[in-house]
């Protein structure tokens, strides 16, 4: 996505989504039948990043990202190579790649004391949100009743393979390093985007009974919080992109070339876009510097 309201409108439907299956929101207390189902319908853990979905029984991510990225980031030396992050990424990453594993996606792990801990952060996600699995289209004029309004950007979703529980943090996380150009995301546009979203969020815990007020829903749901989640989320996906997709990375396409946007639909923006890669491995190492890594 190259521009902010097509972001923003994706950003809404998330929040939406996200609140409504939040942990006792209303859906959970009055309806018991269709939670059931969601229940028993879904993964326990969704994603598509998360270290269970992406090991084998002879590959753990986790373990290979320092030997990957010793040999994968030559692919962009002439855009890395200045950084000072060249030499040492890998091995930092990977000292706490199954620790991020393990926090961005909590119900997928094997001791019920981290899932326990989360619940009260637990909702339905999407899984898979990058850009191919985003369908937009501009609203005609109401003939059904509706609200919408004649012109307002709309989102439809798709590919609801890896859809279950998570963390609403991991799913935005997600998106915005697989959806958005680096572009939008540069000089303060990636926390205008994530404070867009978290007061979306916000308002709509009230609206669908999370929480009783808004004072409520700040206290239990800080943005400090949120951003916890959202950082650890994002050093996961590094350790997703440099152990395993970026082996995908075949031709660079600007965001003027139509024809290779075409051909690259189906791609992450990190697999596909080099002032991505340059955003997010910046955001590595400064999500990590922060934490002491």
């Known amino acids: 996505l190259q521009d902010t309201e097509s972001c923003q409108t994706a950003l809404s439907t998330f929040a939406k ?3 409504f299956f939040w942990t006792g ?12 189902e969601l229940e028993e319908g879904v993964w326990s853990s969704g994603s598509y990043v998360q270290p269970q979905a992406q090991n084998s029984e002879t590959v753990n991510q986790c373990k290979i990202v320092a030997q990957e990225w010793a040999t994968k980031r030559m692919k962009f030396e002439t855009e890395l190579s200045s950084f000072d992050y060249w030499d040492n990424l890998g091995e930092r990453l990977e000292s706490v790649a199954e620790e991020c594993g393990r926090l961005a996606h909590p119900f997928a792990d094997d001791t019920p ?8 952060y637990r909702t339905f996600t ?8 985003l369908l937009f289209r501009r609203a005609a004029t109401s003939t059904d009743g509706s609200n919408n309004k004649q012109g307002e950007l709309q989102l439809g979703l798709l590919d609801f393979q890896w859809a279950g529980f998570g963390l609403a943090a991991t799913d935005i ?17 990636e926390e205008k985007l994530l404070r867009y979203y978290f007061d979306e969020l916000q308002t709509h815990l009230v609206e669908f009974g999370a929480y009783r007020t808004a004072e409520d829903a700040i206290e239990n749901y800080s943005y400090e919080t949120f951003m ?5 989320a994002v050093l996961d996906i590094c350790r997703l992109m440099i152990a395993y997709t970026w082996s995908r990375f075949t031709e660079p396409v600007e965001r003027d070339d139509e024809a290779g946007k075409v051909r690259t639909m189906n791609k992450t923006s990190y697999n596909k876009s080099i002032p991505t890669v340059v955003w997010l491995l910046s955001r590595c190492d400064e999500i990590m510097k922060s934490r002491g890594v």
């Open 113 to 120: 004391e981290l899932s326990e801990q989360y619940h009260k």
């Open 126 to 133: 999407h899984g898979d949100p990058k850009q191919a699995n």
């Open 25 to 36: 929101s209303n859906f959970w207390r009055n309806e018991k039948e269709a939670a059931n």
């Open 173 to 189: 996380a997600h998106f915005i390093t697989s959806g958005v150009h680096a572009d939008v995301l540069v000089d303060g546009g």
């Open 17 to 19: 989504i996200h609140a």
């Open 228 to 232: 916890d989640q959202y950082d650890i």
